[in-house]
């Protein structure tokens, strides 16, 4: 066998082909990864050619490349972005506490809260997870009887504090957060909620702490 080393250079177009697709989808919801640096400090390639045989190895250091750059992300703590509406509502002051109650029900966060002049309509401006924004008009127009008008338009996409595989570890977690940890875990959820809906594994459980049932009837 003969073995040939080649420049870094000539796989240089296949890394950057690796990189391209592992960036194009992320390991945690299988969408486009941002904010995100790879720093490669030394690599090199020693490919063994046999006589009268050829094995193209551009492929192997594609799907090698794509392959590092994911479990490379995930051994780091991870967080996920969210897209972001700007909310705009008008309500009267007898219903802001239930506009409120609907924002933080949904995850939403009050940016301001103005009252128009001549009138006592408050206009208030927020932001909305766009994952929570189903179906969010008409709960605030049922919970203030129509007296609350809310406008939604995109505005930014937003990185989540949250580590969607965070669990608890002392004891003062574990009993506020429960032993999964998934009470308060907002990005898990989220990142649950788009992988379920594309058809991607989860670590949803149908049956937890499954027993085996006896029936009392006897044979007749």
Known sequence: AVVSTQ????FEGSVIRGFELAVSSGPLCEEPMSAVAFVVSEWTGAIDYREKEVRPVSGQIVSTVKECCRQSFLKQPCRLMVAMYQCEIQATA???GRVYGVLAKRHGR????ELKEGSGTFLIAAVLPVAESLGFAEEIRKKTSGFA???LVFSHWETLQEDPF???TTE???AHFGE??????IAHD???AARKRKGLSTDEQIVVSGEKQRTLKKNK
């Open 180 to 185: 999964l940890g998934d009470s308060g875990n």
């Open 172 to 174: 003062e977690e574990l």
């Open 94 to 96: 007898e219903v802001l």
């Open 110 to 113: 009050v940016l301001s809260e």
């Open 7 to 10: 420049s870094t250079g000539d």
């Open 166 to 168: 965070w669990v608890p």
């Open 149 to 151: 008008m809310p406008q």
């Open 190 to 192: 989220y990142m649950m």
